[in-house]
């Protein structure tokens, strides 16, 4: 019942009340789905220690390879260093070996050694860069030819010696002179190389020593019985070239 | 002192005390920011909670009113900002409708919508909203109806007015 002047009567204004509240809740503000998610995960409580291990062994693998980065041009007293502090690391967290190997090289023999760096007031080098093809003072032995399991390679395979540091040049000649496309996956110059084929390979050697080199020639570019040469030159900081040529027979 | 996770379930709690906050302060980014900065301080002091003394609601509840407090004393005209009204015929029906409800707890009285805030938001029964504001549990329940006929006649006015204002021809009051 409603009163002369259109006002409600005590039970509508209970009811109307009744649908207020309803009405507040149904309609209260919501969290958006971003803050929701980001609250639950910061109070899950497995969150923190996964994490925590995560980042640990993320810095020592991190370490490890910069340690590794470091050794590979030199500096390996700095390196072996954060080497023996990235093992400890590790060794108290989830990694228990870590290999950090720097192939010929000693700390006496890196670029450091007076006489050796680029820049080097000691630099006593002269002439163009000692370049031979296998070790220093030894006979080469024969280049060797494997073709790949799939056939559609072959690798050859030798060593060469720098005396010096030197940007080095590979490439691979037919009879004619032609130089023929290189495939550098599974090509290995001192160690793996990458990248698109290419018929000629740039490597800086920065710690002067003897180098294996493989070098993968697609099948379909070689004839059978036909002999190649690999072209290495050398160049060093002062402009002086070597070169030298490495026989094999497909 | 009764050890328990008051976060084992957080997304109920999340949504509680975020609709606590945004009825405080109104809908938004200030709204956000408090309830994240309610639960980080939560969860830096969960070893105070105590289970005897009441269900994790009212533990957070009382942390989002200081987080609140804390942000007022730093903006004193925060309070004051009504939040944005959609335009009539802009929005769906219930959308407008919604703000307008938003907007008229915002006109509160800070003690009125802290009430509202406290029932309808963080969902408290009148027993918790006493504890928390150190009231008889009569006192918060007959606080809260008057509360409730407060917001009414707020919406009420705005609604007459809003009709007033678009359709002039309709009379303000009946007075046959």
Known sequence: MRSRRNEPTHDEAEFGLQLLEDELRTGRPVASAGLAASIADALDPRRTPKTSRRQLVFAATLTATLASALASVGGVSYAANAVTHAASVAKSVVVTRVHVVGKGVTAGGDQYRPGFGFGDPNHNHTGPPGLTNGKKGEKAPPTQVTPTSDNKAVVASGQITVDEQAALYFSVLDSAGNQLLLTQKGTEIGGSVEGPQTKTIHYVMLVPRTIPVQIRVPANLLTKGETYRIRVIAVDAQGNKSRTLISFTA | ?176
């Open chain 2, 1 to 176: 002192m009764l050890r328990r996770d008051p976060f084992a379930n957080p997304e109920p709690l999340i949504k509680r005390v975020y609709a606590y906050v945004a009825y405080r302060v109104g809908d938004g980014a200030d709204a956000e920011d408090i309830t994240s900065a309610t639960f980080e301080r939560a969860l830096r002091y969960k070893k105070s909670f105590d289970a005897a003394k009441g269900d994790p609601t009212a533990w957070m509840i009382g942390i989002a009113r200081r987080e609140i407090a804390s942000h007022y004393a730093a903006r004193p005209d925060a309070g004051r900002v009504l939040p944005e009204l959609a335009l009539p015929g802009d929005l769906a029906s219930d959308s407008a409708e919604r703000l307008d409800l938003q907007a008229a707890v915002a006109e509160l009285d800070p003690r009125d919508r802290e009430l509202i805030a406290l029932r309808y938001g963080a969902d408290l029964s009148a027993r918790q909203i006493a504890e928390v504001l150190e009231l008889k549990t009569n006192a918060v329940e007959v606080a809260l109806h008057r509360a409730l006929r407060k917001l009414r006649d707020r919406l009420n006015t705005s609604i007459s007015l809003e009709r007033g204002v678009r359709n002039s021809t309709i009379p303000l009051v009946n007075d046959e």
